[in-house]
């Protein structure tokens, strides 16, 4: 990139990557293996109003090997964040197709503490999201589609009333019709009984299938 052609992030972009490259970015860090820090710069004139001011820090062997991004810094927000040694570990084997990570948690922890110190002296905030964001029980208890809250006592089921109500109806009818004193009236008391006496059980029924 030539001089004057840079927007305000990406020449501030550029300028900490520089500064980062004379400090922090000389110092080893001494472990299994000797690694050192690098800190990107953007490859474009223009960064989109700040928008691809983006810079990531990679942990780079000494003495030659595969490079693992180990935090992200992002100009506008005067944000950086790291990663969990973990993921970064994780991340490493996945990709480069191996059973290790070249850096022990110590060496690890020593980089992450310099890194705060470089990013707060230049007025960015430095923070190291959890690893994982906390889930509900899955032995707490959950409401049902159409079932109880939990928690709540439990409903309880009683027959339905409708048979019974429909033939106490009709008693009263057929009462009323052919008067308390007649003989036909005794006759249809007796069926409309028997009839409550089956529309009960069927309600009982009814209610234990539905149970």
Same mark, same amino acid.
């Given at each position: 990139?030539?001089? &004057?052609?840079?927007?305000?992030?990406? &020449?501030?972009?550029? /300028?900490?990557?520089?500064?980062?490259?004379?400090?922090? &970015?000389?110092?080893?860090?001494?472990?299994? +293996? #000797?690694?050192?820090?690098?800190?990107?710069?953007?490859?474009?004139?223009?960064?989109? $109003? $700040? @928008?691809?001011?983006?810079?990531?820090?990679? !942990?780079?062997?000494?003495? =030659? $090997?595969?490079?693992?991004? !180990?935090?992200?810094?992002?100009? #506008?927000?005067?944000?950086?964040?790291?990663? *969990?040694?973990?993921? +970064?570990?994780?991340?490493?084997?996945? @990709?480069?197709?191996?059973?290790?990570?070249?850096?022990?948690? $110590?060496?690890?922890?020593?980089?992450?503490?310099?890194?705060?110190?470089?990013? *707060? *002296?230049?007025?960015?905030?430095?923070? !190291?999201?959890?690893?994982?964001?906390?889930?509900?029980? /899955?032995?707490?208890?959950? /409401?049902?589609? &159409?079932?109880?809250?939990?928690?709540?006592?439990?409903?309880?089921? @009683?027959?339905?009333?409708?048979?019974?109500?429909?033939?106490?109806?009709?008693?009263?009818?057929?009462?009323?019709? =052919?008067?308390?004193?007649?003989?036909?009236?005794?006759?249809?008391?007796?069926? !409309?009984?028997?009839?409550?006496?089956?529309?009960?059980?069927? =309600?009982?029924? +009814?209610?234990?299938? @539905?149970?």
């Amino acid at each position: 990139m030539e001089d &004057g052609k840079l927007t305000m992030y990406a &020449g501030k972009s550029v /300028a900490l990557a520089e500064v980062f490259k004379f400090t922090l &970015g000389k110092e080893p860090f001494v472990g299994p +293996v #000797v690694c050192r820090l690098e800190l990107s710069a953007p490859a474009e004139e223009s960064t989109d $109003g $700040g @928008r691809l001011a983006v810079q990531h820090v990679s !942990i780079v062997p000494e003495g =030659g $090997g595969p490079t693992t991004v !180990i935090a992200t810094a992002y100009q #506008v927000d005067r944000l950086a964040q790291g990663r *969990q040694y973990e993921v +970064v570990a994780e991340t490493h084997k996945m @990709r480069f197709h191996t059973n290790t990570f070249p850096v022990s948690p $110590g060496q690890f922890d020593e980089m992450t503490r310099k890194l705060k110190d470089f990013f *707060q *002296q230049f007025g960015f905030k430095f923070e !190291i999201p959890p690893l994982h964001t906390p889930q509900p029980s /899955a032995t707490a208890p959950r /409401a049902t589609a &159409g079932g109880p809250t939990p928690g709540a006592a439990p409903v309880e089921k @009683r027959p339905t009333a409708t048979h019974g109500s429909a033939a106490r109806t009709a008693t009263r009818s057929a009462v009323a019709a =052919g008067g308390p004193t007649s003989g036909g009236s005794r006759l249809w008391i007796a069926i !409309i009984l028997l009839a409550m006496a089956i529309a009960a059980a069927a =309600g009982v029924a +009814v209610y234990f299938l @539905r149970g």
